[in-house]
């Protein structure tokens, strides 16, 4: 059974930076074609993609955020780390952590079949 | 960059059948997948490549995509659909989401 749960500060201030903790279970990420998202969703508004690290520890970053986002993996410990910089208040948002399944082997469309229950994180001075 | 374009809400009677479509340009030539998502829950996978369902996900969900529009579609419509939905896809090596729609059973 796959799961994912996110940890990390509730709140932070104007300028700080967020550091997310994605522990999960039930799968490998040294598995061929299998990867881990962020995702979050500012409170009353729609999702949005923020980063992807794959198996082979290939990285894609939302073209907008890029800048400001690390995400990182270690494997031994089944964690994926995302870290944002430079938060501002309309960074407000749960962040959530998700499975994902590519269909191929490489960089190729997936879907995010198991999430986590999500994180708020409210930044705020 | 590539843009999905939802209808912010859609509303059905109980018992009849809701289409909920993503619009973009091409997509048709894209895998999509939706998620529905109840209020102070994480979202859930209904339907991914286009047209397949997940384990668990009732058979009155399905899915199309052509052209420019994927759409999809709730049979016999229940109070308990209720929900956001979401579609997503993948392009130039970023996912995406579009902007939910918000189905209302009457």
């Known amino acids: 059974q796959i799961t994912l749960k996110e940890s990390g500060p509730t709140l932070v201030k104007p300028t700080q930076t967020l550091t997310l903790t994605c522990t999960f279970s039930?799968?490998?990420?040294?598995?061929?074609?299998?990867?881990v998202g962020w995702i979050r969703q500012p409170p009353g508004k729609a999702l949005e993609w923020l980063a992807l690290?794959?198996?082979?520890?290939?990285?894609r970053y939302s073209p907008s955020l890029k800048s400001r986002l690390t995400i990182t993996k270690d494997t031994s410990k089944n964690q994926v780390v995302l870290t944002m910089t430079n938060m501002d208040p309309v960074d407000t948002a749960t962040y959530y952590c998700a499975h994902r399944r590519a269909y191929c082997g490489g960089d190729c469309p997936g879907d995010f079949d198991y999430w986590g229950q999500g994180t708020l994180v409210t930044v705020s001075s | 960059s590539y843009v999905l374009t939802q209808p912010p809400s859609v509303s059905v009677a109980p018992g009849k059948t809701a289409r909920i479509t993503c619009g973009g340009n091409?997509?048709?030539?894209?895998?999509v997948h939706w998620y529905q998502q109840k209020p102070g829950q994480a979202p859930v996978l209904v339907i991914y490549y286009d047209s397949d369902r997940p384990s668990g996900i009732p058979e009155r969900f399905s899915g199309s995509n052509s052209g420019n529009t994927a759409t999809l579609t709730i049979s016999r419509v229940e109070a308990g659909d209720e929900a956001d939905y979401y579609c997503?896809?993948?392009?130039?090596?970023?996912?995406?989401f579009g902007g939910g729609t918000k189905l209302t059973v009457l």
């Open positions: 039930g799968f490998s990420l040294s598995t061929s074609g299998v990867g």
């Open positions: 690290i794959y198996w082979d520890d290939d990285k």
């Open positions: 091409n997509i048709g030539s894209k895998s």
């Open positions: 997503q896809v993948w392009d130039s090596s970023s996912d995406l």
